[in-house]
């Protein structure tokens, strides 16, 4: 059983989206809520997070929402190093700032400022290694930095019980034509 995922994925910039009502968001977003609700029906207690913008912050804003049905299910945001907004512009650090908020616990894996990118591996072995399973955003014909990620699941389980569930493409075409269609 799934209690803890970690749900990752694409920045905005890696999808094209540079404004929050881009239609692409809702797609993402709904895509996001099946998955998750599917999770939550099953048990799933906690979404776990880096902090990072794009899939990650529309899945905190998806699991605000899925708590009218399941007010147990919480999110956790665990950031490779302190500070990590720092350098991002002021809208980005406003949307960051909102998903740490509203979290139900924020830490940091390294406990200070950025060194160098060996932060942001430690901190995908450490949520891999704290989870139960992992909600990737990706699809492997548009490579990005996703890949990492993937990468590192693919090789924790080979030696431990983990689930991957991606949403690729096609699951976001399909989604896109219900949406069009009026099915949600």
């Known amino acids: 059983m799934i209690k803890t995922i970690y749900v990752t994925g694409y920045r905005p910039h890696e999808l094209g989206i540079f404004n929050d009502q881009h239609p692409g968001v809702a797609i993402i977003k709904k895509a996001l809520e099946e998955k998750l609700r599917n999770l ?13 913008l794009g899939v990650e ?7 605000l929402l899925l ?14 190093f302190l500070e990590q907004e720092k ?3 002021e809208h980005k650090q406003e949307q960051y700032m909102g998903m740490i908020a509203q ?12 060194e ?5 591996i430690e901190k995908d072995k450490f949520i891999i290694n704290n989870t139960d399973g992992m909600l ?3 699809d492997e014909e548009n490579e990005a930095s996703p890949k990492y990620v993937l990468n590192l699941a693919k090789k924790f389980m080979e030696q431990h019980a983990y689930e991957l569930f991606t949403i690729n493409a096609y699951d976001l075409q399909v989604i896109a034509e219900e949406i069009q269609r009026g099915d949600w």
């Open 40 to 52: 939550a029906d099953d048990g799933l207690e906690w979404v776990v997070v880096s902090g990072q």
């Open 57 to 63: 912050l529309w899945a905190t804003e998806t699991v």
């Open 67 to 80: 708590q009218a049905d399941y007010p147990d299910l919480k999110y956790s945001v665990i950031t490779p």
């Open 87 to 89: 350098n991002w512009n």
């Open 103 to 114: 979290a139900n616990f924020v830490t940091s894996v390294t406990k200070r400022p950025y």
């Open 116 to 120: 160098a990118p060996w932060q942001f």
């Open 136 to 138: 990737l955003v990706y």
